[in-house]
């Protein structure tokens, strides 16, 4: 008999990004404008047929939506709850004894996760040696490739040059692509009308973001019919609700509508921001998505994130990152939240002896946290 739990889930654990309630959030990278109004319209409008019956089994009408959205058959799209819930599918559909994921790191930190969930082994390629050469991703024999574009957490964006180059290098009975792409609505640029045609190349896309609908929980992705069709099944049906697939397919519809107006904001504060910082000796990342990552010293994201949180602002740490050392990611949003990351900020980090006050009360803090 297996032991309870499968010994490989021994390093699985609980998501925790340290997330409490705060007054000026900017650590999750959710739409700070609200959300989509015809998708709250449509919720606002649920009857007792949406919530007493089934949904669809496998969200055709969300499907319908996204397939006239990016002209392409509807067979070739596969939806769930959230893109997590797809990215689980596929890596679950990709599973045998043995099996690898590999991926540029960093990346978006639920890969890791879901590789040892499903168990597959995890194998992270620093970003600078698989931008240098591709075919580093596919070192060690993996069943399935993961990249990132726009990435998250470094807003970096791999060109289509190099994702050609990647598809390529990978020849005809090559592992899956999965390319996440929950921020291309902020970059302009998508491979997903070119995923049907492409052999094993799924592009996934989030209602959680540009849509501002995480709450629901709704993704979906694009494929071809093959792939779509075996991330459904390892999916399983009746995963997406029904009001959620509705009001997502409301907001695919409308991405010219609402959506347009909070990407054009975005793109202009993240500029004016990244001017702010700048000013301030702090340049960020280049980003092409709603956040930007703020290098910072080593081993310092913990104390300077504890430091914010003390100011009532809430951002993302991260710690060693490759080529860059630690890091701030922060949430791109209406200006007067920017303003108030900026007050924040100048409060905290303004000077040296401010900085090193926050940090050893932030210490302090951690410390008195840790011994209790
Ligand atoms: C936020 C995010 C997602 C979205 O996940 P959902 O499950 O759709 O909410 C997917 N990929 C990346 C890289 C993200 O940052």
């Known amino acids: 008999m297996t032991p309870f739990p499968r010994p490989d889930y021994a ?6 990004p340290g997330r409490a309630p705060v007054r000026l959030d900017l650590s999750d990278n959710t739409n700070l404008w609200g959300t989509h109004p015809a998708a709250l319209e449509r919720i606002r409008r649920a009857t007792t047929d949406d919530l007493a019956r089934y ?12 397939a006239e959205r990016f002209d392409v058959p509807p067979e070739c799209v596969t939806t769930g709850a959230g893109s997590d819930d797809v990215l689980d599918s596929v890596f679950r559909a990709s599973f045998a004894p043995g099996a690898r994921v590999s991926y540029a790191a960093p990346t978006f930190s639920m890969v890791e996760p879901f590789a040892h969930m499903n168990g597959m082994e995890a194998h992270a390629v620093a ?3 698989a931008e240098a050469d591709p075919s580093a991703l596919f070192e060690g024999d993996p069943d399935l490739v993961y990249v990132c574009r726009p990435n998250n957490p470094t807003g970096g964006f791999p060109a289509r040059a190099w994702i050609d180059g990647l598809l390529s290098e ?6 899956l692509v999965v390319v996440d792409e929950a921020y291309a609505d902020f970059a302009g640029e998508t491979l997903l009308p070119d995923a049907p045609s492409i052999p094993k190349l799924l592009v996934t896309r989030t209602a959680s973001k540009a849509y501002g609908l995480a709450g629901l929980r709704c993704g979906y992705a694009v494929a071809s019919a093959e792939v779509a069709l075996e991330a459904d099944k390892s999916r399983g049906p009746y ?4 009001l959620a697939a509705e009001a997502a397919a409301l907001a695919v519809r409308d991405e010219d509508g609402w959506m347009a107006g909070v990407v054009e904001e975005t793109l202009r504060n993240r500029a004016r921001f990244t001017d702010e910082l700048t000013t301030r000796g702090h340049p960020p990342l280049p980003s092409r998505a709603n956040f930007v990552l703020l290098p910072a010293p080593s081993g310092a994201a913990r104390q300077d994130t504890l430091a914010l949180r003390e100011v009532g602002v809430g951002v993302r740490p991260f710690s060693g990152v490759p080529g860059m050392g630690d890091g701030l990611r922060i949430t791109v949003g209406p200006w007067p939240l920017m303003e108030g990351f900026l007050s924040a900020f100048d409060e905290v980090f303004a000077t040296a002896a401010h900085e090193t006050a926050a940090r050893e009360a932030a210490r302090g803090k951690a410390s008195r946290e840790t011994a209790r």
């Open 11 to 16: 390093g699985v654990r609980r998501y925790d």
């Open 55 to 66: 949904p669809e089994l496998y969200a055709d009408r969300l499907r319908e939506a996204v």
């Open 127 to 129: 970003w600078p040696e």
């Open 170 to 175: 990978r020849g005809e009975d090559g592992p």
């Open 239 to 242: 995963k997406v609700s029904g």
